[in-house]
């Protein structure tokens, strides 16, 4: 597989998502590039983390200068540059909604032509995808503006550190109803490390990526030390 699309609501998780799974990658390949295209949300996107991604083998494609930080649908020649390379797997982080889904549009042919997956990351206890129902119709909207089909749902029902083992299966089990009715795949669910056997014991037979917080503010990234082993990040169900 050549592209990885990640997208979803402000508050899904994508980014978060995006990130830890182009670390889950590193494991099976020697590059990995990041694309950056999330122009809805000023805050938490992953190209503040490009330093760091870097170092690990992660190259982060994004506006370069006074443009990498702004809110505007300016969007660099380099994404074309990684396109082209037919053996360098592409993860996108697209922007939070339908609005930031048509940005992806523009690359929606080249990235049809050499193969992709399409994800999109739901955490049903942020609004508008709380519902089976509700989560369809912003499938459908993602899709329409970004010419793209979603192919498989991500699981991501979260509130932060305050997130329950309960919570975390209650809304999988909705993900996973819209899923059912949409037709399509239930890919993983994201949890955090520490709720991962409680949470896999109640859900058997789910895939899970355990997420590692890279997105935080300034004053906890100070503070922060990271787990990018990919071996402890994916977890296979048993089907």
Same mark, same amino acid.
Request: glycine fraction near 8%; charge should be neutral.
């Given at each position: ?104 549009? /523009? ?105 590692? /917080? ?26």
């Amino acid at each position: 597989m050549k592209n990885y699309v990640f997208v979803g609501y402000y508050g899904s998780g994508k980014t978060e998502m995006a990130v830890n799974f182009a670390y889950a990658r590193k494991q099976a390949d020697r590059r990995v590039a990041l694309v950056d295209l999330d122009i809805v949300n000023l805050y938490f996107r992953s190209r503040e983390l490009k330093e760091k991604l870097a170092e690990d083998g992660i190259d982060v494609i994004v506006s370069e200068g006074k443009l990498a930080l702004a809110d505007l649908p300016a969007l660099t020649p380099a994404i074309y540059g990684v396109l082209s390379q037919p053996q360098l797997p592409v993860i996108w982080d697209v922007g939070g909604d339908e609005v930031g889904a048509t940005a992806l549009g /523009r690359f929606a042919a080249q990235i049809e032509a050499s193969s992709y997956q399409l994800y999109l990351v739901v955490n049903t206890f942020r609004p508008f995808t709380r519902k089976p129902a509700e989560i369809l119709k912003v499938k459908e909207e993602i899709e329409r503006a970004a010419r793209l089909k979603i192919t498989h749902f991500v699981a991501n029902p979260n509130l932060g550190e305050a997130t329950t083992v309960q919570q975390v299966f209650e809304g999988t089990l909705l993900v996973e109803e819209a899923a059912i009715q949409a037709g399509i795949p239930l890919a993983w669910v994201g949890v955090l490390p520490g709720l991962l056997p409680e949470v896999s014991e109640l859900l058997p037979g789910r895939n899970f990526l355990t997420l590692e /917080r890279f997105m935080l503010t300034p004053w906890q990234r100070d503070q922060q030390t990271f787990n990018t082993d990919p071996r402890t990040m994916f977890k296979p169900g048993n089907r």
